[in-house]
């Protein structure tokens, strides 16, 4: 089995080494990371286990080379770039998005008609450019086919997850848990970013009270959509994020709080901005995401010139 990761960050690496000792694994990554990973492999360390791993890094791929699976990891901003620049080796290829937000399947169908949705809740952070540390995780991975269903080429791939030793289970209703998953985000991410705090700060009443309100108007959006999601009411999912997932993750700092420390765009246009223009579509306000939203692109005005890479 051959397996490719596009915009392989953190998060792409910690699962390209997972998979490296159960499959033949190459990763498209920056190039000072593939240059340290060269000499002493990837290291590896936290709730997934700790080691060192070795796999080819570079970025590009060889001409001519297939794989069995593609699996995008990057940003969600750099979505249709990748897929741009990948186009050829897209082409006919079991793509899995393993991405923040909502829209990363639709990109990605213009490029291959093979498309695999899937959520992955986990803080993976940057401890040198070949080191990754997981410090939590709020779930297991789960993969379905685009928009619904199951089939073979899923279930292949969640086998394979599972023998590489990461939690995964196979979902019949993806669409449903790339939303779930996206009120997850959306709740915790951009607060979390904008005070500087880790998520568990956020629990506390005035933060708590401004989540309550993301989640409820994003609960209107995603039903004028028509999307089903495991909860009945927001209030059932502000009970889960509650007792359930911000513990899990009580000390981890947003990915957008990191990205904003280093100067980079963030991916709220695919968060809170996807359930504000939704819900412009819809009729159905969202003043609070907006406010979220707006408050997050000051933000990003104001960051430092990032270094070079």
């Not at 023998?163 to 009120?183: D, F, H, Q, V």
């Amino acid at each position: 089995m051959k397996v490719l990761i596009l915009g392989a960050g953190a998060v792409g690496l910690s699962v390209a080494a997972k998979l490296s000792r159960v499959c033949e694994v190459r990763a498209v990554a920056r190039a000072r990371c593939a240059r340290a990973m060269e000499s002493g492999g990837l290291r590896l360390t936290g709730i997934w286990g700790e080691g060192e791993f070795r796999f080819p890094a570079g970025d590009r791929v060889p001409e001519g080379e297939r794989y069995d699976y593609a699996i995008l990891t990057s940003k969600a901003i750099d979505t249709r770039a990748i897929c741009d620049q990948f186009s050829k080796v897209l082409s006919g290829t079991e793509t899995l998005s393993l991405q923040n937000g909502v829209g990363n399947e639709e990109i990605i169908a213009a490029y291959t008609d093979k498309v695999i949705g899937g959520t992955i809740i986990t803080g993976s952070e940057w401890r040198g450019d070949a080191a990754v540390h997981v410090s939590v995780e709020a779930g297991p991975i789960k993969l379905g086919r685009f928009p619904d269903g199951l089939d073979s080429g899923v279930l292949r791939l969640v086998e394979l997850f599972r023998r590489a030793g990461m939690r995964t289970e196979a979902s019949p209703a993806i669409r449903s848990e790339l939303w779930a998953k996206t009120l997850y985000n959306c709740a915790l991410n951009p607060l979390g970013a904008l005070m500087g705090v880790p998520y568990g700060r956020l629990a506390e009443a005035p933060a708590w009270r401004i989540i309550e309100s993301i989640v409820r108007e994003g609960f209107a959006v995603i039903e004028a959509e028509g999307i089903a999601l495991p909860w009945a009411a927001p209030e059932d999912y502000l009970a889960y994020l509650r007792d359930a997932q911000l513990p899990s993750t009580a000390g981890h700092r947003s990915s957008m709080l990191q990205d904003i420390s280093k100067g980079k765009a963030t991916e709220i246009e695919f968060l809170n901005g996807a359930i504000v223009a939704k819900g412009a579509t819809r009729g159905v306000a969202t003043p609070v995401n907006a406010c979220v939203v707006d408050l997050l692109r000051f933000r990003e005005s104001l960051r430092p010139t990032p270094a070079a890479s």
